[in-house]
């Protein structure tokens, strides 16, 4: 492709790449509001650039768009993280955590919440590496310079944030792939309110424990039984909708994750009656940063974690396009 003539037709040429670059840079800062921002602040210094000589324009604008996210996360790893204080602000984070149209659209085409919340946790320089080669395959040379590393460097810091991503479940992979989809089936039936649904997965004995302060004050801490723990759901079923099926600590659970954040954790013990005996939950930021997040392994019946249609991460060589 040539260069542009003139400003015009780079302005041209930028809008007929904005889908990807928008896409780009919400993989990398998980939010459509921040993947604007940042697809503006690079128009900005593409425009003021000297672009009369650029070839590859769609490498070029990728490059701009993915070193201003990476400035955005930095500046989010600088900033103090707030804890989370109460129920309530539990229930404001969820209840905001409805997508708009244009972020669905995003979600839809790109990532998974999931998938988002393992994202969250890699250094800035990891998310970067490891989204712009295993997914848009800019090769590790360009990723190398936009990092200020070398392309040793930027190669393994894919690798690291690649291991991060995905492990599989603990136990046999029958029987962890019968512990996932218990699993799913207990968050599709909490999203729902499904009462029957719920008390087929649960144990007459289930015991639920969960924190003070992420419950109101009228419900208990310990709930036993599978009548009781199955009615509370319908008071928590919005929580319920920003929950997402991950691997805590190697073993199936449930992360509620408004906007891809980490906030609280379901740890669930599954028994060999394929019943769910105890769920634990817990928002203690010390916890929730010492679990190991990753992704339910591809190819384990019932999950899900990379968009229908799409190889998983890793595989999926896009050409950047030039």
């Known amino acids: 492709m040539s260069a542009p003539n003139d400003l015009a037709d780079l302005a041209q040429r930028f809008h007929a790449d904005r889908r990807h670059l928008r896409s780009v840079a919400f993989q990398l800062l998980g939010s459509a509001a921040d993947a604007e921002d940042a697809v503006q602040s690079a128009w900005l210094?593409?425009?003021?650039?000297?672009?009369?000589?650029?070839d590859n324009l769609t490498g070029w604008f990728t490059t701009i768009t993915a070193r201003e996210a990476f400035?955005?996360?930095?500046?989010?790893?600088?900033?103090?993280?707030?804890?989370l204080?109460?129920?309530?602000?539990?229930?404001?984070?969820?209840?905001?955590a409805s997508a708009p149209a244009d972020e669905e659209a995003l979600l839809t085409e790109s990532v998974s919440n999931a998938l988002l919340v393992v994202l969250?946790?890699?250094?800035?320089?990891q998310r970067v590496a490891f989204v712009l080669h295993d997914v848009f395959a800019v090769p590790f040379e360009e990723i190398a310079g936009l990092l200020d590393r070398s392309p040793a460097a930027a190669k393994k810091l894919a690798?690291?944030?690649?291991?991060?991503?995905?492990a599989h479940p603990d136990g046999a992979p029958q029987r962890a792939a019968k512990h996932l989809e218990i699993v799913e089936a207990f968050l599709a039936a909490s999203r729902g309110g499904d009462i029957a649904g719920l008390l087929e997965l649960l144990a007459p004995d289930v015991v639920r424990?969960?924190?003070?302060?992420?419950v109101p004050d009228d419900v208990p801490t310990e709930v036993r039984g599978a009548r009781r723990v199955a009615e509370e759901t319908?008071?928590?079923?919005?929580?319920a909708r920003a929950g997402a099926v991950m691997l805590i600590?190697?073993?199936?659970?449930?992360?509620?994750?408004?906007?891809?954040?980490?906030r609280v954790l379901l740890r669930i013990t599954v028994g060999a009656d394929d019943r769910i005996h105890a769920i634990d939950i817990t928002g203690d930021p010390g916890r929730i940063h010492r679990a190991a997040l990753a992704l339910p392994g591809i190819g384990y019946q019932g999950t899900q974690t990379w968009p229908a249609g799409r190889p998983a991460p890793g595989r999926e060589r896009k050409r950047h396009a030039g």
């Not at 210094?45 to 000589?53: I, L, P, Y």
């Not at 400035?71 to 804890?83: F, G, I, S, T």
């Not at 319908?234 to 929580?239: A, D, M, P």
């Open 45 to 54: 210094k593409a425009s003021r650039a000297n672009f009369g000589a650029v």
């Open 71 to 83: 400035d955005q996360l930095r500046a989010r790893k600088r900033r103090a993280e707030e804890p």
């Open 85 to 96: 204080a109460a129920t309530d602000e539990l229930d404001r984070l969820v209840a905001t």
């Open 120 to 125: 969250d946790r890699l250094s800035p320089a």
């Open 159 to 166: 690798s690291r944030a690649r291991g991060r991503l995905q």
């Open 209 to 214: 424990t969960v924190d003070r302060a992420l």
């Open 234 to 239: 319908r008071r928590f079923t919005q929580r």
């Open 249 to 262: 600590d190697g073993a199936p659970g449930i992360v509620i994750a408004p906007r891809g954040h980490a």
